[in-house]
């Protein structure tokens, strides 16, 4: 499916009341943002607009208010529109109401729009609100345009016009060399926690990677589904039958080696070699060596997902290891989700590869479906759906 006529550049903005929405679901601490990569990103979009109209209107949310139509100190944008401002050189008011925005026309942020009645249930009656703040709705949040919410989803119904952002518009091109028209081989890393949440990625990767190299607690579930000690370590008993299906594909690698602790040691070991008190915690460095033959040779990666628990040192070097390997080789990379941008920011190699996406279970169903539900919504309202 074509997108280009939902594309910034097929609108003009010129004397319109533009409504953006964006991701600035950021780290916050005691007033301060730890983390203002989310900004950054949007800037170009901003600027843009900003040179054709003042009268922007800037939605957002921040974490997980409840909704009350009240903003606590915990959950207030006011740190977000302060840095915001910084980079800009422009003031960014901040307004607790949809009224008071709806006045506004010159630049102005909505406070935390999740806090707000009917935005998680895509409620017509606040998707209308959000729709009459303005004549055009570009959409810019990536991370969040796989949830139907009133501020991603429900408001382009309300609008005249509807687009995406510069930010999604990358985005999209970045992932479509997975999806439609990846440079082979293609190597996929998927990381994390838990099979259940990636299960339907892993299938979808099977069908446009050579290979998939399965790493983090996922692969604990597939080493339990082999008979395989694996002491107290995480693992979901519940999905023991699709780890054997994921285990007995072809194109899907698990490590043989990781690092485990046993009380104050940490130490590598085969994964054939575990007793009933480790904790696997790490890909083995033995294992990186075996997969940089899978890296040398590829020529797109995709990783979404750490390869351990990166925020302890002891146990970041699988991860590491894995980048460094990447940064060395001649292949395009790609990376995303929240853990997977943090990690490589951790171990300082966001450096290291060609695009770092701003969404992480946005990034997981782009590459399952090839689109996203606001993304598609926008799309069929240019082409006259």
């Not at 609100?129 to 991370?143: H, N, Q, S």
């Not at 692969?219 to 780890?243: H, M, R, W």
């Not at 460094?324 to 951790?346: P, Q, R, Y």
Request: hydrophobic share 40%; charged share 25%; with cysteine.
């Amino acid at each position: 499916m074509s997108f280009e006529s939902s594309f910034i550049a097929s609108k003009s903005f010129e004397d319109k009341a533009v409504v953006l929405r964006v991701d600035y679901n950021v780290p916050i601490e005691k007033g301060v943002l730890l983390d203002d990569e989310r900004l950054l990103r949007s800037i170009p979009t901003i600027e843009y607009i900003l040179k054709q109209t003042d009268n922007l209107k800037i939605l957002t949310h921040l974490g997980r208010p409840s909704e009350q139509d009240s903003i606590t100190e915990e959950f207030s944008l006011a740190p977000v529109a302060k840095r915001l401002g910084e980079l800009l050189q422009k003031e960014v008011k901040l307004v607790d109401s949809i009224d008071e925005l709806k006045s506004s026309n010159s630049l102005a942020m909505l406070e935390n729009v999740r806090a707000f009645i009917g935005e998680k249930n895509n409620d017509d009656e606040l998707s209308e609100k959000l729709g009459e703040l303005g004549d055009i709705f570009v959409m810019d949040a990536f991370g969040t345009a796989h949830r139907k919410q009133a501020s991603t989803y429900g408001i382009v119904n309300f609008v005249e016009e509807a687009c995406f952002g510069l930010l999604i518009e990358q985005e999209m091109k970045a992932l479509e060399k997975i999806v439609l028209s990846p440079d082979k081989p293609l190597l996929g890393i998927i990381g994390g926690s838990k099979i259940s949440t990636k299960i339907n990625v892993i299938e979808s990767l099977t069908n446009h990677c050579d290979w998939l190299i399965v790493g983090g607690a996922l692969a604990n579930t597939c080493y339990a589904a082999q008979g395989k000690n694996i002491g107290k370590s995480l693992f979901e008993p519940s999905y023991l039958d699709v780890a054997k299906k994921i285990i007995e594909h072809p194109q899907i690698v698990i490590p043989t080696f990781v690092v485990v602790s046993n009380g104050s040691n940490v130490s590598e070991k085969s994964i054939n070699d575990l007793s009933s008190e480790d904790v696997i915690f790490d890909v083995g460095q033995q294992s990186v060596e075996a997969f940089s033959q899978y890296i040398e040779d590829a020529n797109t990666i995709v990783w979404n997902g750490p390869l351990g628990k990166f925020e302890d040192d002891r146990f970041s070097k699988g991860t590491e290891g894995i980048a460094k390997k990447i940064a060395e080789a001649n292949a395009m990379s790609i990376i995303g989700g929240g853990e997977t941008l943090a990690a490589f920011s951790k171990i300082q190699m966001m450096d290291s590869v060609d695009y770092a996406s701003t969404g992480g279970g946005a990034f997981l169903e782009y590459i399952e479906l090839g689109s996203l539900p606001s993304l598609e919504l926008i799309n069929k309202k240019n082409l006259g759906g």
